[in-house]
């Protein structure tokens, strides 16, 4: 049965139709209705945040899209269209070499050439950081003198608007220095060449050379963008929190696979700009560079094996946001899919924010960090006490008063690690916690499971008469994730052990386990639709929280399969996983198919890859009490497999799994001793 909600809060796919969003870095959001989005899955991305570049693969900008080179959500180049000998080079590939780089190579056929082969090919190096380098290199066996020219233009627009479809007219160039500049009120745009060119034309933003190419020989033409004021990478200072890592293993994917995750994670990061010595993780590329609570949380706690600076500034970031005193940390609302209204996910960022900070702790968030940030966790828990009032249940805020199975979950976990935390820290109200979440376990296990023929199954949401929600879906996943707790324990679960088994056997059937992945909406429920968010399509983030949970929970055949589909995705995907791709079904022919308006790459993908390897190693450290503890799949679905350049306790850590599924640690801090 599907519930029932007032317009004014209708999912999408009911009507009316809910206005897409599109976040600007550094501006107000703009709306637009979802079709208006340019396609994004194809495009070449270079970020280091704050500066990106997006193109096709063909390398040339041109103007149309989401093409460009952009500064904190501007685009100061949108128009970079190169001309060899009068026409455009034959594009042969274009690839990302590093999350902030991309390569383009082109050829272009002379007058001279006989035959079919090209005598001159051009290779294109962009960064995000505005600059392009152009080489064209002659295979002819004689001297060459050939035009190049590149046309220019931009519109200075903004992200948000150009995500809605009105990105503005081109503005009227000025020849400038050595380029071209471009002005929109206070903004302004630059671009400059080395060498200078022999002709300028502003009337067409034009620049033009003559060039000597020698036999054997090559030319480099450079390109720098820049804006009004330059901007600091967070991802590239000698402050940036996350560590050089490494994993090798039977499966060589593994090491492109952690590499690429870093680098993009690296590559997201974002300054406070009222605390500029903290960083966060934006959301993901194009459509959400900048901070996205309930994402940022989920992105620092799965890459908590790299370290707790990033999950420290993280949190010092958002507890700046308590929403008036209150504890609350503002969010939008986010589509959950065809039965439920939308989700508040500042609701969920409250939850995590208590629990992050308590699993921050067990792997070593120093005393200064934890001294400081526990008022914002007792906070988030006071929030929590008084929005209960006498329920053992957490509504959502609003009038239609609906409690999800998933948001029970998150307020589970946010009790006991927040008992975790206050006991550990001397502060009162654990047993408070410890007693709520008790009665929570009792009364969910009653009134969430839905009996039935098949084994029953955990109800998506009670309706606010009690009815419920049956529906099957990827968030049932966090009710397996229950948080980690001293001694390298894991916090108890909502579900019964029978309850666990039946829900373990749900995640890993057809239905669910698409075989590149965990489907957000079964394949047999009502409203499936492999392209949508929250009601079909492979969330990377919640596959990564059902492998780690069924792991824990002793299913690695489920956890296996889908960790096993989830990395053969990221292979056809270049090992850039977007934040989600649609949930068909795999066949021995077909590969993952992209999502049009999904973000890639995105911080909780990218934070994800660090969270299923450090699963197969099993590590469950408790720095406080000086222990780590393996706990590694003994099915070793990838075979032997080594983690190095990790962080427990805020020293290096190594640890390898053997192909028999046997945990050793190769390197730990001194005095950190192996659990039992």
């Known amino acids: 049965m599907a519930l029932t909600v007032p317009p004014s809060s209708a999912a999408r796919g009911t009507p009316p139709a809910p206005r897409r969003t599109v976040p600007a870095p550094g501006g107000a959001p703009a709306a637009g209705p979802p079709a208006a989005l340019p396609a994004a899955h194809g495009m070449i991305v270079c970020a280091d945040l704050p500066s990106l570049a997006l193109s096709a693969d063909h390398g040339q ?4 899209g989401l093409d460009g080179f952009y500064q904190s ?27 902030d780089r991309a390569r383009f190579v082109a050829v272009v056929r002379t007058q001279g050439d006989g035959g079919p082969d090209p005598g001159i090919m051009v290779e294109r190096v962009r960064t995000a950081d505005g600059c392009e380098r152009i080489t064209l290199r002659s295979s002819a066996p004689r001297p060459l003198r050939i035009p190049v020219e590149i046309t220019l233009g931009t519109d200075l627009a903004d992200l948000g ?15 400038h220095d050595s380029g071209m500049r471009w002005t929109a009120g206070p903004v302004h745009s630059v671009v400059t060449a080395e060498p200078p060119p022999g002709d300028a034309l502003a009337s067409a933003g034009l620049l033009r050379w003559e060039m000597e190419l020698p036999p054997g020989g090559s030319r480099t033409v450079e390109l720098r963008v820049r804006s009004e004021r330059p901007v600091r ?19 060589p994917r593994v090491r492109d696979l952690l590499r690429t995750g870093v680098d993009d994670l690296r590559s997201l990061l974002m300054r406070d700009p009222a605390h500029p010595s903290d960083v966060y993780p934006a959301a993901g590329i194009p459509w959400r560079c900048g901070l996205a609570p309930a994402d940022a949380l989920w992105a620092v706690r799965m890459a908590l094996p790299l370290g707790t600076r990033l999950a420290a500034a993280t949190l010092r970031t958002l507890a700046h946001t308590q929403a008036g005193g209150n504890g609350r940390i503002p969010g939008p609302f986010r589509d959950a899919g065809p039965h439920l209204p939308p989700g508040c996910t500042g609701l969920e960022a409250t939850l995590a924010f208590p629990a992050v900070l308590a699993e ?26 008084t929005t209960l009032g006498d329920d053992v249940h957490l509504r959502d805020p609003g009038p239609v008063g609906l409690r999800r199975a998933e948001t029970q979950a998150h307020a589970h976990r946010a009790a006991l690690l927040g008992a975790d935390l206050l006991e550990a820290c001397g502060r009162p109200g654990a047993a408070h916690w410890r007693d709520w979440a008790t009665a929570l376990r009792r009364s969910f296990r009653e009134d969430f499971w839905i009996e039935d023929r098949a084994g029953g199954r955990p109800a998506a949401a009670l309706a606010p008469d009690g009815r419920p929600v049956p529906h099957l879906g990827a968030g049932t996943a966090h009710l397996l994730d229950t948080g980690l707790l001293g001694a390298g324990r894991t916090a108890p679960g909502l579900l019964d052990k029978v309850q666990t088994e039946q829900l373990a056997r749900l995640l890993g059937s057809p239905s669910m386990d698409s075989g590149w992945g965990l489907r957000g909406l079964g394949a047999k429920e009502a409203g499936h639709n492999p392209f949508g968010h929250r009601s079909g399509a492979v969330r990377v983030h919640e596959t990564a929280v059902a492998v780690s949970g069924l792991a824990a929970a002793g299913y690695e055949k489920e956890a296996g399969s889908l960790l096993r589909g989830l990395l053969d995705a990221a292979q056809t995907f270049g090992y850039r996983l977007p934040e989600m791709y649609a949930g068909e079904q795999r066949t021995a022919d077909s590969s993952p198919l992209p999502h049009p308006a999904a973000c890639r790459p995105a911080a909780v993908s990218a934070a994800a890859v660090v969270h299923l390897l450090a699963t197969l190693v099993g590590i469950r450290p408790d720095a ?8 590694p799949l003994n099915s070793a679905p990838l075979g032997a497999l080594q983690l190095s350049g990790l962080r427990v306790a805020g020293e290096p850590f190594a640890a390898r799994v053997s192909r028999l599924g046997l945990g050793m640690v190769e390197e730990a801090a001194d005095g950190l001793q192996l659990g039992v």
């Open 360 to 385: 921050a702790r067990r792997w070593g968030l120093p005393e200064p960090d934890l001294a400081e940030l526990l008022p914002a966790a007792e906070r988030c828990l006071d929030w929590l006490r």
């Open 73 to 99: 959500g501007r685009r100061l180049l949108s128009r970079c269209v190169l001309r060899v000998a009068g026409r455009e080079p034959v594009a042969v590939q274009g690839r990302s070499v590093a999350a």
């Open 61 to 64: 900008l041109t103007g149309h």
């Open 233 to 251: 990478s967070a991802g590239k200072t000698g402050g940036c929190p996350l560590p050089e890592v490494s994993a090798e293993g039977d499966d």
């Open 624 to 631: 406080p009490a000086g222990t780590v503890r393996l706990t």
């Open 161 to 175: 608007a150009i995500g809605a479809g009105r990105p503005g007219p081109e503005l009227p160039a000025s020849v």
